[in-house]
Each structure stands twice: as C-alpha cells, then as structure tokens.
C-alpha cells in the first residue's frame, strides 16, 4: 500500500473542502468558508443560453476551477494542474504522483463513484475530491462530502475522471508544490471582500450579479405563457440547482456568512462585517423561503402564481443588494 497521513474533514461544498483540506495539509490552515471568501465565489448567473438537462444554466458560485485557481493566485500558493489526452497517462500519472507521496486532487463525476448511494448520483462532472493512496486495486480518497474516508476502485476513478459532457475533467489532477512563507490575511480579505460586492452590484452584464438575478425574475414570469408541463419543469429545475446541485444558492449565502464573521474576528470584531454576516445569513433563509415557495406550487393541483414567484425573487435581489452596501463600508480599520 502506497498511503501518506493525511486528515479527513468533512466540508459543505466539494472544491473550497478540497482546497482547504490541501492547503491544510502543506501548513496553512484555512476553514472552508475562509477558502470560500478569498476566491471571490460568491456570484449569481443566469444563462439561458448555456443548457444543462435541457433547461438554461442557473449558478450561485464562480464557475468550477475557479476557487482553486483564484485563492491560490490571491494567497500566492503554486498549484500545478495536469489534464491529460487519454486514461492511460491520466492513471499513470496519478499513481506517479502518490508514489512520490503527494495528495493529488481530482475532478472527476459524481455519477460513476460506486461510493456515492445511487439516490445521490447524478450527471454532475466537476466534483472534486484528494486521493491520497493507493491499495492494491483501490484508491484511498477523502471526499470532503463525506464524513470518513473511503475507497474506490482504480477502475471506477478513472471512468469517473475522463468522462465526457460539459465540463469534462479530462483527467484534471492538482497538487500544491509551493506555499508562501507569510500571508497578509488582513491585506487579501479587504481586497476580496469589496471585489465581491463590486461585482453583485455593479457587473455591466445582464445575465450576472443583482441583474441576473432580476433577469430570471422576468423568466420566471413570462412562464404564464408557456406550456404549463414545461413551465413546471422549468421552475423544478430553478429549485434543483439552488438546492441539490453542488451546496446550492442559500447553501453559499451561509457559507460567505460564516466567512464575513470569521473576517470579524480577525479586525476585532468588526461591526460592520457582523452586521452583513447577519444580513447573509437571512438572505440565505430567503433563497430557500424561494425554493419552498416554488415546491409548494408545483406540487399544488392549483394553478401557479408565477407573479408571486417573480416577486418573492426580486425580494431575494433587494435583500441581496443591501448586504452588498453594508460590505462596501467596510474600511478594515
């Protein structure tokens, strides 16, 4: 068995666990909603043009890499990436990597981990987990989504890592090789912190940011006029991607919640970064308010208030956009 010691930490959401599982293990400690905050992955975008099952694409967070490569550009961590053009050097370069003792991260898709209950697997190809060793036939990994580690066989990992569809991993492996001897936390939470409000508010996009969420707010209610299996479908789909794909929208509002209180606490409990904690906190008990309220229709024999749904959505903007000015008033004194 090829395995190096290495500690599992159960996370909300796949890639900032990953990262800050990795970054942990080379000495910097980081929580996940810390990771979660310096990547600047707190968004909203609404792409119709972009399907994914059929229906326009709805995000809550950057898109998949981006928390890696944008922590690790803010805390200037070096982290090399290898994709590769078939499995073959993708499984050799992977158990190469192990033998040299390193923790490896992987995309791979959720659908063909064996490990994951069948309920839970669905077409999602940029789940990331660490594999960590390897034990005859089967991979040691620690995903962060679970409580314990577990094991996979080589087989099944590989198949999971070069899967095709949008966003194939084709093979993605990452792992640290250099980390900085010091970090001016309190320097990189001010910038990202502003750079995130900055872009809710401000992004000249109408698919992005506050507008983007108003966007799909107008979607929602030209739904009265379309076919009402579809329209059905549609409104299913918002509540899926909010809720199970990834940690969901409400999911991500906590997480960057509990982030502005851990800033806090490093500026002497900053008022201003407790009180928007709290406002994201109830902006994310409003975006799943939402989801309920959409479920509640689509299960009722009564016909669906579309207008009630693009008004509950507008709500959700303006509660966001208030947490965005309290963030901007922030000077980090």
Not at 24 to 34: A, F
Request: glycine content about 6%; overall charge positive.
């Amino acid at each position: 068995m090829t395995a190096v010691k290495f500690d599992h930490s159960y996370s909300a959401h796949c890639e900032s666990g990953v990262i800050s599982s990795l970054l942990r293990h080379h000495g910097i400690n980081l929580s996940e909603p810390m990771v979660f905050g310096l990547s600047n992955a707190l968004t909203f975008a609404y792409l119709p043009f972009v399907k994914m099952g059929g229906m326009p694409l709805i995000a809550y967070r950057s898109i998949p890499r981006s928390i890696i490569k944008t922590l690790c550009k803010n805390l200037k961590v070096k982290m090399k990436m290898e994709t590769f053009s078939n499995r073959e050097k993708g499984t050799k370069r992977l158990d190469e990597l192990l033998a040299q003792g390193k923790v490896v991260g992987c995309q791979t898709s959720v659908f063909w981990l064996p490990y994951f209950p069948e309920d839970m697997r669905f077409h999602f190809n940029a789940h990331n987990l660490i594999v960590y060793g390897k034990d005859e036939n089967e991979y040691l990994i620690s995903d962060p989504v679970f409580e314990n580690v577990v094991r996979c066989e080589c087989s099944a990992l590989t198949k999971a890592r070069f899967v095709k569809g949008v966003m194939a991993p084709k093979g993605l492996l990452y792992y640290i090789t250099e980390t900085p001897e010091e970090i001016d936390y309190k320097a990189v939470i001010q910038k990202n912190i502003k750079k995130t409000a900055k872009m809710m508010l401000k992004t000249p996009v109408p698919i992005a940011g506050l507008k983007g969420i108003k966007l799909l707010s107008k979607s929602t209610l030209k739904l009265e006029q379309k076919d009402e299996e579809y329209a059905r479908l549609f409104l299913g789909h918002i509540v899926r991607m909010q809720e199970e794909i990834g940690t969901g929208g409400a999911g991500f509002r906590f997480i960057y919640a509990s982030f502005l209180q851990e800033a806090s606490e490093l500026f002497d409990n900053d008022q201003t970064l407790q009180e928007a904690s709290q406002m994201m906190l109830e902006t994310g008990d409003n975006w799943r308010n939402f989801a309920l309220l959409i479920a509640k229709s689509i299960r009722s024999k009564k016909e669906i208030d579309y207008r009630r749904i693009a008004e509950k959505l507008l709500e959700v903007a303006d509660m966001e956009s208030k947490v965005y000015l309290k963030m901007l008033e922030f000077n980090g004194q």
